[in-house]
DNA sequence: GCGGAACGGAACGAAGTATTCCGCTCCGAT
DNA sequence: ATCGGAGCGGAATACTTCGTTCCGTTCCGC
């Protein structure tokens, strides 16, 4: 069923903004439109015609992501070892580069129902990794640390996105070997409201 | 000796100018000058009679973190056991948040030539106490492994700076923790320059 | 050929912001 | 008392930077 000319260009466009929007925002989060629809090699109209406004396009883009870290973590939960399953998703989700998305976004745009319901049902996900996980875990592992731990991944950043994803790789593997240790952790764990005070309004 | 009056102020406001823009580019290293200014209970005009402009500010700000630095490693090396040393070293500069400054704000400015020296002398000394305690490092630990993982320290952001450092503290506990396992690590390590590239111009 | 869907990108207007400028205040010396 | 000027505050200036709109053009499909 191929689509010919205007059509099929229509279609290209689609995907080629997402795909610009998402590495120009990676790279940085206060890029203009104009620079998505350069990357993109498609004009500001092009773009305009699909999203009504910039924040729209964000919001779009972290929609994405959130279906990314929901699809990474049900994969991932198909592992029956626990330990593997664990490590197999947080590998997943640093490799997608779904929290540079979280991080550098949040609080650019309004978040629309679906995207709290699918943040609630991401979280109860991810708890489950690491509840079966928690027998190899240090004690005093909860899961907003774990949050916190990919946020420090997706600091690691490089212009080469492929160079990027071997460092947070050995970064990350740093950080399980750090996970399976016994020693008491300093301090108390995060709070929930601590870790999403990016998205508090203003 | 006891500074009367309008010189008592100027005195007070260089210092409240440079812990304020500390604060202020810390948070957001866009922010404009005068959020600084106000931050600092200061007129604009207090702030540009110091600094010639906003680069010069930025610029003492990071070199001021260059130094800290230095002043941690080298603290951190009288201590005689290899491995405190190096813990001390790690904790000392991610509570004293030199990385944020540095990732922040690397490419805002130009350094000077005293800068690039001491960022020389920060890296020997670095180098120095890894190499001391290299016997309890995993194997395949080099030196800019741990300049990646300061900077993942530093993305551990709250609104609250004292609640950010108790954070950051059970993160490095689970890195440090993580750096004297015996596994491989993959892919190879970070080159200098691989870590540099905020510095290269435009 | 025609109509309209889709495009590209110039132009517009609202913000935002680095820097300048100037009138005012206060200290210290005469 | 008075005066000079160091230092201050912050309004005004002069741009720059975007988000968004608009319109002439291109290209299919009929």
Redesign the interface.
Known sequence: MRRPGRGEQAVRNNEAILVAAREIFLADP?APVAAVAERAKVGIGALYRRYPGKEDLLRTLCHDGLKTFIAEAEQAALEPDDWTAFATFLRGVVQADVHSLT?HLAGTFTPTEQMNADAELAADLAAGLIERARPHL?ADIEAA?IT??L??????R???AA?TG??R???L?????????A?P??????RVL?LN?RWLST
């Open positions: 206060r991080v240090r640390d916190l731990l946020e420090m991944c997706a600091a690691v490089l212009p080469d160079r071997e460092l790789d050995r970064c593997t740093v950080l399980l070997d750090g996970l399976r240790t020693g952790l300093p301090g108390p764990p995060p601590e005070w």
